[in-house]
Every structure is written in C-alpha cells, then in structure tokens.
C-alpha cells in the first residue's frame, strides 16, 4: 500500500535494496519493535488506550529506526536505503490498520455479547467527576445493559457542549417533558452529591414518568470497576428514608470500651451482632458474644474471626434464663461491660406466647441485672424498644417492664453499677423488619400485605441504632432512658406504594395492596416518650434523656414474683394482669387481653 501511494508522489526510490527486499527488512523491524514494547500482549476485544499508545509508540520507533539505519549507510557507503516520506506513509498505515483491527474487533465482539440483551437508555445525574466516571465506564464496559443518553446538570445550563459525545441537560422545572424525545428509561444517581429529600424529589417524579431508577456509588468504591452491571443497581428505599448522617465521640466509646472485657447477649441477632461488630473496632481485651441461637451464632464466629483476628473473642452458646450459666460467665470473667440485646420482639408471636416473653424479656433481664450488680460491672446497656411506650402489646410491656425494674435497682442505691437503658424503634433489615417482608412479596408477585392505611412508623438503620446505643453508654450515669431521634415517621403505605413503583411495577394494577387489618396488640403509631414522661437533650443532637418517676424496688420485685410465679404455671390471664398492674400505661389492643383493662375499669 506504502510502495502504490509513494509511487503517486513526484519521488525517485533508492536502489540499495529491491521491493520484496525492503518489504521483508521492514517487516522484521516492526515486528521486532512490536515484541520489544509487547503490542500483542493485551487481549484484543479488551484494548485501551495505553495498548493503542503502545502501537503508535512502536510505529513511531519503527519508523525512526530505520531512517537511523539508512543515514547510517548513506554514511558509510553515500547510498540512502529508504525514502523519509515512505517511512512516514508506512507508519501511518500500519498504525491505522492495526486500530482499525482492534475497533473492528471490539465491535463484533460487543455486539455478539450484547445480542438480544435489553438496553436501557439513561441519564446519569450530575456533571461532576464521579458522574463523568460513570458515564466512561458505561461507555466502554461490554457486558451491562446501559446506554448513555446524557448527563445531568443541576446548576448550570450547557450549550452545544457534550460529554462523551452525549449531551448535558439542565435539570428544571420542564427536564422531564424535555427528555420525552430521546427516548430515555431511567436515571442514574450518582455518589452522595444529592440529599436524601432532593432524591426523593427526583425519584417522585421519575416515577410519575415511569422512569427506572438507578444508583451507582462513586467509581473509586467500585470492586470491580469493569463490571458495570454489578456496581449500578436499582435504588433501594432504604436509600430514599430521609436519616442524617450520626457523628459519634470516638474518644469518649474508646475511654469505657478499649481493653475491657464486654458481653453481648444475643449476640447473634440482628442488633446484637452489630453491636459486637462496632464493639470490636475499640480493640477490647476480650468480647464475650452471648446467644441461644446456635447457627447463627456458629456464623457470627466465622465472620468475625477472619475480620478482627486480633480480638479474643468467647462465642457462648448460652439462654439468658439460666442463671447458673450466666453465672458462671460473670464468674470467669472481669467484666466492665454489659450490652443486654437479647429478647422476644415479635409482636403477634409473642401476644400469642406471653409467658415467653415474660421470661426472657422480664426475668432475663433481671437475671442480668442482679449478676451484673452483684459482680460489680461498670455499665449495663439494656436495648429496648419504642412499643414499650404506652404499650399495647405484650412484648412492649415486658420490655417496659424490664425499664422499670433496672431503674428501681439503679435508684435502690444497693448497686455500684450504672444502669442505661436505650429506646428506639425499627431499624432496616432487621429479622421480621417490614421492608425485607415487602420485597419477598413483590418477588413473588403480590399482594402486599399492610395492616392499616394510616398506619405509621419511625425507622432507623442497623449501623445507626448501635452507634447510637454505644454513644449513650458514654453518657449515663445511672438510672436513664435515652430515646434516640428517629427522623421523620413513614407512612406504610406510602412506603408499600414507593417499594413497587422501584421495582418497574403498578400499585393496584401489577402488585395489589391488601390491607388485612392491626395485627393483635399493634397500634397505628409509635412513640418515643410516655405521657408521663419529659425529655432532656444531650450533648450528642440524635440522643434525647427521658425523665421517669422510678418505682421503689420493692414494689417492683413484689409484682414481679407475682408475674414469675404465673408465668410458672402459664396461667397466661394471671401473669398479664399482674404486669398490668406494674405498667399501668399498658392497654392491650386487638387482643384477647382487652378484658382485663375492661375489668380493672369496672
């Protein structure tokens, strides 16, 4: 090709050498040079720009070298080998036919890949470097299912100006009516450049327009930055709850956890593994992780065995019902801490199994309590729950119950030990949490059940409630109820409608939602403070002091053997009645427990 161009040209060739003699010394030079800079090395469906750099750089050498080698002999002999521009031609079209080798390539094989896989066109949200980032990798990457349509611009207004060879949209008040034409199927959000309430602004009206919704963190969180498909998802709707990020006193949790020996009962549960997660970023002299629940616990030992191989840690398979084996424990161990995450929180299974309840829920904790008073800890952490206020369930009166006991033991004065308790409501993707129960579902095609349509609740997640809760232990001095702010309540149904819309489905019309009625003992709110009780602030803006008359001691214990002593011969209606007489507030609802609150009227 080199030699049929040249000829056209006003040149005369050098002599030296015969066509087929300079064909085959210049093909030894490339190729020479292409092993030497290793050209052929990359797979070629996968080549970047550092291999196509790599052949340009090897052309251009190429070509160097031999107008190096044919100077040299004019030099020597007076005779020049080879034209400079032949050597500039040649190098051009074997630098061009070997790109085009590589794009032809790549094509044929992104094409085949992608043969009848569905693409979705999307705009990706925000021009910053993260977004960009995105954008290239959807751009070269082969197996996904994106293309890009355009970005996203939430400030400034671009004019003729593209990104990647897609254009930039402005978003306003007309974007979603401006996008009709190009034919897009969703959006991608990008990072955390946006606030939750601005996604959800966003996400509402892409919903309105039937747009799917995606989610990409920033590219430098990727874990395989070639796998597009992998690292950009549908968004979640724990992404779209409105929660501020918490800002804890690292030294103050350091202070009372690092090199202490700490038990966590029910360790193995969804509070209480994490719990012990965070515990174990403190570096404890040893972490003693509680639960009657063998597997899960056998995983939890796995688990952090391979994150946190320099904690001792003691997996106790172990009910808190036994007081001996607790004993024991307290026995054998110097300990200074003691988070109590263990109990019965099903409401309908334990409206229906009361005497459970009672047993771990109330007389656990005592156990607890008493071993930890008599042993001496420094601090007892009881986790709670919001349905122990007001309570209209058994379970929220028990937990109730369980505040009422470790703060008539705090202000007996018989005990050395700070005792503080923290309250919260439900937190994401715990066991039985609703939003798990929602997908499962909506896989599986409707109907999605909710109990009642205004019914409400707070919601927080995992990570924060526990941060929350080692925050608080830092605060208490004895005797406290910390009730942590939960953000903005959440319509259910709302949340139901919001679940099935990100899933690319129609409420009513795809998913039918079923309101079956209050489950026994639920109500349709949640709260965080008594009637009868006020709140404090702390130090720490997410954390609340709730203020209560405690009751004496012995009034409490009184009560409390009358309920032991009911729960032991399951006289169910004896033992309920007696904790209604020990929480006062407790008014069961949708529950055959109802005519005992009749009685007491009467």
């Known amino acids: 090709m080199t030699f049929f161009i040249a000829s056209h040209l006003n040149v005369t060739f050098y002599e030296v050498l015969t066509l087929w003699e300079e064909c085959v010394f210049i093909s030894l030079v490339y190729f020479s040079s292409f092993f030497l800079f290793s050209t052929y090395a990359g797979l070629i469906r996968h080549s970047t720009f550092v291999d196509i750099f790599k052949i340009a750089f090897s052309c251009g050498f190429s070509a160097v070298l031999l107008a190096v080698i044919s100077y040299s002999y004019y030099l020597f002999s007076g005779f020049k080998i080879f034209l400079i521009p032949f050597l500039i031609i040649h190098a051009v079209i074997t630098f061009a036919c070997m790109l085009m080798l590589r794009i032809l390539v790549k094509s044929l094989y992104t094409y085949m890949m992608n043969m009848g896989r ?153 509070i209480g593994s994490e719990i012990v997660r965070q515990v174990s970023q403190y570096h404890p002299k040893k972490l003693i992780v509680l639960d009657q629940a063998e597997s899960p616990l056998h995983s939890l030992e796995l688990e952090l065995r391979k ?84 309570p209209t369930n058994v379970m929220g009166a028990s937990k109730r119950a369980a505040e009422i006991y470790v703060q008539a033991l705090m202000h ?15 937190v994401l993707g715990s066991n039985g949490s609703v939003i798990p129960y929602f997908k499962e579902q909506i896989k599986n095609g409707g109907p999605v059940t909710v109990t009642h349509e205004n019914i409400i609740r707070y919601f927080m997640t995992i990570p924060e409630a526990c941060q929350l ?79 209560d008359e405690p009751m004496p001691l012995d009034r409490v214990m009184h009560l409390i053997i009358e309920i032991a002593a009911a729960a032991e011969t399951s006289d169910d209606v004896l033992m309920i009645n007696q ?24």
């Open 118 to 270: 569905k693409k979705y066109r999307v705009l990706i949200m925000g021009v910053n470097d993260d977004s960009i980032a995105v954008g290239e990798a959807l751009s070269i990457s082969d197996h996904q299912n994106f293309v890009l349509a355009g970005f996203v611009s939430f400030k400034k207004r671009y004019q003729k100006i593209k990104i990647q060879g897609a254009p930039i949209f402005k978003y306003d008040a007309d974007f979603f009516e401006r996008i009709v034409d190009y034919k897009v199927n969703g959006i991608v959000l990008v990072g955390s450049q946006l606030s939750v309430s601005e996604k959800n602004k966003i996400v509402d009206r892409a919903l309105e327009k039937n747009l799917r919704i995606y989610y990409a963190p920033s590219i430098s969180q990727w874990e395989n930055a070639s796998d597009v498909s992998a690292n950009i998802k549908e968004i979640q709707i724990e992404d779209l709850l409105e929660r501020s990020p918490i800002l804890l006193d690292d030294t103050k949790i350091n202070e009372y956890l690092s090199g202490r020996s700490i038990l966590v009962t029910g360790g193995a549960g969804s």
């Open 469 to 547: 809760v080692l925050q608080a232990g830092t605060m208490g001095q004895g005797g406290e109820v910390f009730v942590f702010d939960m953000g903005k309540p959440v319509k259910i149904m709302d949340l139901a409608r919001k679940m099935i819309k990100l899933s690319g489905l129609e409420p009513d019309t795809d998913i039918e939602i079923a309101v079956i009625g209050l489950r026994p003992g639920e109500k349709l709110y949640e709260e965080l403070l008594s009637d009868a009780a006020t709140a404090l602030p702390t130090h720490h803006k997410k954390i609340l002091r709730a203020i």
């Open 307 to 390: 994150n946190f191989p320099n904690i001792d840690f003691e997996f106790v398979l172990a009910d808190v019902r036994k007081k001996n084996r607790l004993e024991h424990i307290f026995q054998s161990n110097d300990l200074s801490v003691v988070f109590h995450a263990a109990a019965y929180k099903h409401v309908p299974l334990i409206e229906r199994n009361p005497t459970e309840a009672v047993q771990v829920n109330i007389l656990g904790t005592i156990t607890l309590a008493d071993l930890a008073s008599a042993y001496q800890v420094d601090r007892f952490v009881m986790v709670s729950t919001d349905k122990a206020v007001n």
């Open 412 to 426: 007996s004065g018989s005990s050395d030990t700070k005792f503080i308790t923290t309250r919260f409501g439900n």
């Open 579 to 602: 904790l209604k007489i020990l929480v006062p507030e407790f008014k069961s609802e949708n529950s055959v427990y109802q005519l005992l609150d009749s009685d007491r009227k009467n």
